[in-house]
């Protein structure tokens, strides 16, 4: 199974994420540490220098499976599901935005926290409808693009917690280029059964996210990781397994002990 871990290319407060800052050092730091990939945190590609961002990777033969999007609602506050139609427009243009930066890499553009969140005075039918929309339009926009959707635990969105739910989701709306994001950590929080949910997901998951139950690196909580990867394997999968976790206790600590548990585990 190929590895990679999530790299912020801009500053972000979302805290699951081992290397922000300096993009080429961190690049560095990360080929250095065996790593097989790289998975690019993007609030706004029309910010960022495609071609050098590029020249790095190729440099250091890193390849990108996937770009995560979620930025856009955590620093800015846009989302699929805002009250504001301008904002939920807007996101879909950040959206499509992201499908036309991911082709350089070839990479699935995760759509996490970007759907948004419904409060307790606002229309649940409608923010559903107005979810579903945007998904249509943006996977309407390259059907050779690839979206994936994550379910996300209930203290962070009340849209999409379970992988049941979220596969409901993707049969209503129909498009063959929706596929799933699975993430231990969220699963660890909201799947009755996480190896019965990955078999349930099966030639559905298209990215794979790693925490564990702390969202420290895998091996420094209770996650059984050994299981996981034996049902991923039972599945036929065989995408990059992304590292989404704290710098803790200090970013390349956390790196080197992310791969080393994962190998061991690959291994056994
Ligand atoms: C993003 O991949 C994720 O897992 C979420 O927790 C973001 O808030
Ligand atoms: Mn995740």
């Known amino acids: ?141 390259d059907e050779n693009a690839k979206i994936v959707i994550e379910p996300i635990n209930r203290y962070e969105t009340n849209l999409l917690n379970t992988v049941e739910e979220t596969l409901k989701f993707i049969d209503e709306l129909g498009k063959a280029n929706v596929g799933l994001l699975l993430d231990t950590f969220h699963m660890n929080i909201e799947e009755p059964n996480i190896l019965e949910s990955i078999k349930l997901a099966k030639d559905r998951i298209s990215h794979f996210h790693v925490a564990d139950s702390n969202r420290w690196h895998p091996g420094a909580g209770h996650i059984n990781f050994y299981e996981i990867f034996e049902t991923l394997q039972q599945v036929n999968y065989n995408g990059f397994v992304s590292a989404e976790i704290l710098p803790m206790p200090d970013s390349d600590t956390a790196a080197a002990n992310n791969i080393a548990h994962l190998r061991k585990v690959f291994t056994s």
């Open 1 to 141: 199974m190929k590895l990679s871990i999530v790299l912020s290319t801009q500053p972000a407060s979302f805290s699951a994420l081992a290397y922000k800052g300096n993009i080429e050092e961190n690049i560095k730091r990360i080929k250095e540490l065996g790593y097989d990939g790289v998975e690019l945190a993007v609030r706004n590609p029309n910010e960022l220098d495609v071609d050098y961002i590029k020249s790095l990777l190729k440099e250091n033969n890193l390849p990108v499976p996937a770009i995560g999007t979620g930025q856009a609602f955590g620093e800015e506050g846009l989302s699929f599901t805002h009250t504001d139609s301008s904002i939920r427009s807007k996101t879909i243009e950040r959206i499509k935005d992201q499908i036309t930066f991911a082709k350089n890499f070839d990479a699935v553009v995760i759509i996490g926290l970007v759907r948004g969140i419904v409060s307790k005075n606002e229309d649940r039918n409608e923010a559903y409808k107005n979810m579903l929309a945007a998904f249509d339009e943006c996977a309407s926009f």
